[in-house]
């Protein structure tokens, strides 16, 4: 199997180490083309995007080879490039929303805010809660003087995230963190936990880690805790005493 050389270091004046990165790209684009252009001869011409289960693995393989030499050549191009423009269009939008309520009881306020974010990736909405309750402690016999809570959330329509070098498109809902303070105590309960839907996919997500997804008519999950009883076709499985009960529901 050939392999691709290693740049060598760059030397001379500015304008001889453009033209060395120019002319070592310019020589692995053309033993790409010739990498690609043997595999669709021996494919015996460009292959279709679904392929036999007995060539899927070579053709997985050869898709990653691929996969991994684009982003070390885009990688490489962007790093070496002398001149990059990036022209982005951006719409951003904040509401706000505000209740206030006093009275001998005491005083409760509240407030919404939404935050939209629109660019060519993704249209993103950030959602945001709070409200702080005060008590008059001589007109009203409660267990605290002093109440608040805050929370955010956000739902993300685009792309959600990358398979290789191909973007996915999909929904992504997730709450971030919610804050709660008592008199003073402060209790601060992160929760990044996201489900992201997309046209072949329902996946789950804590923090940065897959928990759990749907796809091709069957569930997949990491952990699961059964509260109640499992129905597997004509039996039901549950907890007793002794271990687990089987039992035939079937007709």
Known sequence: MSTLTMPACPTGTLQQQVMQQYSYLFQMVQQL???????????GGVRPAYVAAAGGAASGTKQTEADRQYQKLRTMIIKTADQ??????????????EYVAVSDFGSYVASLSAYLEANPEAVTQYYSFFS??????????AAFQHYKVGTEGYIRT?????DGTVPVYGVAVGQDLTC???????????????????????SFWQDA?????????????TNITVLGGIAIGAWSVEAAESGLTFRWIGG
């Open 33 to 43: 083309n010739l990498a690609l252009e043997q595999l669709e001869q021996t494919g």
């Open 209 to 221: 880690t897959e928990v759990a997804y749907v796809s091709n008519n069957r569930l997949y999950i």
């Open 180 to 202: 709660r303070e008592v008199d003073g105590e402060k209790i601060v309960e992160q929760n990044n936990f996201r489900a992201v839907f997309t046209a072949t996919r329902l």
């Open 158 to 162: 685009g792309i959600v995230y990358y």
């Open 84 to 97: 990059v423009r990036r022209t982005t269009e951006e719409l951003t939008a904040r509401l706000e929303e």
């Open 132 to 141: 702080d309750l005060k008590t008059n402690v001589e007109a009203v016999d």
